[in-house]
């Protein structure tokens, strides 16, 4: 799946149109090493070289279960109270409720991060051998929505041009605000989580439907398969 969508970014990017690229899920994904993901990591950092040269690509991450903020909180401000919360999703649900005591209305997000910065070890060290960096933060719409981690990944270190950085995330943030109905997920990802989920339903017929029709071409035998669902 991930080969797949790989290469969907690099076949769009390679049409060196000027667009966004919405991607559901993370930059760096998965982001956790596997067996011989070398070449995965090569191909995919390959198609995000060829559509930054044109497009504006962001990685809309909807359960967060990694620890980044935390330990950059906890080593960056001493702030040691942040580690006891599990991930990052938990921590942000705790800020942003308090913050909307303030900013009841409109989006609201973090500073950015640099996770070239933060996170050390494999895979994300290949990521930046390959010259693809990356910056995170988070992002809610409104009070209704969900709260968001937001991945973009840049050609060139994050702190060698801190105005470019700044102004991206500006654009970022005001294509998301544009792209988002209230209470839900940017609509690019709502439409490709939705265009993918085959109820479970569909799915065992579906499944039932191919493997019997490879078993046998046999009209009896299709039958007693079928009444064995």
């Given amino acids: 799946m991930l080969i797949a969508e790989s ?14 690229i919405f991607i559901d899920g993370p930059i760096v994904d998965p982001p956790f090493p596997f067996s011989d993901d070398e070449d995965y990591i090569n191909f995919r950092c ?5 559509s930054l040269k044109n497009s504006l690509v962001i990685g809309c991450v909807k359960r967060v279960r990694d620890r980044f903020f935390i330990h950059y909180i906890t080593n960056n401000f001493g702030i040691k109270e942040a580690e006891t919360f599990p991930t990052d999703q938990h921590l942000m649900l705790l800020l942003f409720t308090k913050l909307r005591r303030d900013f009841p209305a409109g989006s609201i997000y973090t500073q950015w991060i640099d996770l070239s910065e933060e996170m050390r070890g494999i895979p994300f060290s290949k990521y930046y051998e390959n010259d693809i960096y ?25 702190g060698e041009n801190l105005d470019l950085v700044n102004s991206t995330v500006e654009k970022v943030v005001n294509t998301l ?12 990802v709502l439409l490709a989580h939705e265009k993918c989920n085959i109820r479970r339903g569909a799915a065992e017929i579906l499944y039932e439907e191919i493997l019997t029709k490879s078993r046998s071409i046999d009209p009896f035998d299709q039958l007693v398969a079928s009444r064995m669902r």
Avoid: C
């Fill in 7 to 20: 290469k969907a970014i690099l076949n769009w990017g390679s049409k060196g149109f000027k667009s966004v």
């Fill in 46 to 50: 390959e198609a995000f070289r060829v």
């Fill in 177 to 188: 605000d544009y792209w988002t109905y209230p209470g839900q997920d940017p609509l690019p």
């Fill in 134 to 158: 990356i910056i995170s933060f988070f992002y809610e719409r409104d009070i209704r929505s969900k709260i968001l981690r937001i991945d973009i990944p840049f050609s060139f270190p994050p």
